[in-house]
């Protein structure tokens, strides 16, 4: 992920509230239009590519919640979920497995319920519509700095998880994922 981008993305941001009194309620409707508008700014495909990407000449896709938190929305949930699923085919076609390491820095429980229809749908099962089952494919599943509530979340998603994935998740605190991202980028 470009650091450049993100401050692009986080100065486009504070313009938008700058014109745009922050909300205090009705939050996720403003975040949303905020994340439709970064969209139009700048281009869901060069998001897609800078959020989500395999590291080069390895099966590890990388996910970066940090620049995924602001432009997801819901008109974009499922092209995203097929964008990310078309990097794990690749992986899956080329090394016959993958793993997918999640940057989960800044995630709170209020963002997991807000983007819930988005874990959902990345969640279902491809099989049933003729595609290919990624779980079996799916060596681990590393997510890095784990919020301090990580044990809600995981509640939550493991509702909409299967077991045989929640076996494969590791996760990494703050502390941890500091050495760990290095490693891995």
């Known amino acids: ?28 409707t403003q975040k949303n239009h905020l994340a439709s508008s970064i969209c139009e700014q700048f281009g869901t495909d060069d998001l897609f590519i800078r959020t989500s990407f395999i590291i080069p000449n390895t099966n590890k896709i990388y996910i970066t919640y940090p620049l995924l938190k602001l432009f997801a929305n819901p008109s974009n949930y499922e092209q995203f979920t097929n964008y990310v699923q078309s990097l794990f085919l690749r992986c899956i076609n080329q090394y016959g497995s993958f793993e997918c390491h999640v940057n989960l820095e800044s995630l709170t429980v209020t963002a997991v319920e807000r983007n819930k229809k988005l874990i959902e749908i990345f969640a279902r099962d491809p099989s049933e519509n003729g595609g290919i089952e990624y779980t079996s494919h799916l060596t681990t599943l590393c997510m890095y700095n784990t919020p301090n509530v990580i044990d809600n979340i995981r509640q939550i998603i493991s509702y909409l998880i299967e077991p045989e994935l929640m076996n494969k998740i590791t996760t990494y605190n703050k502390k941890e994922s500091i050495v760990k991202l290095n490693e891995l980028l």
Do not use: G, R, W
Not at 1 to 28: P, R
């Open 1 to 28: 992920m470009s650091d450049d981008l993100l401050n692009e993305l986080e100065k486009f941001k504070s313009q938008y509230y700058s014109d745009n009194k922050k909300n205090m309620i009705f939050k996720s």
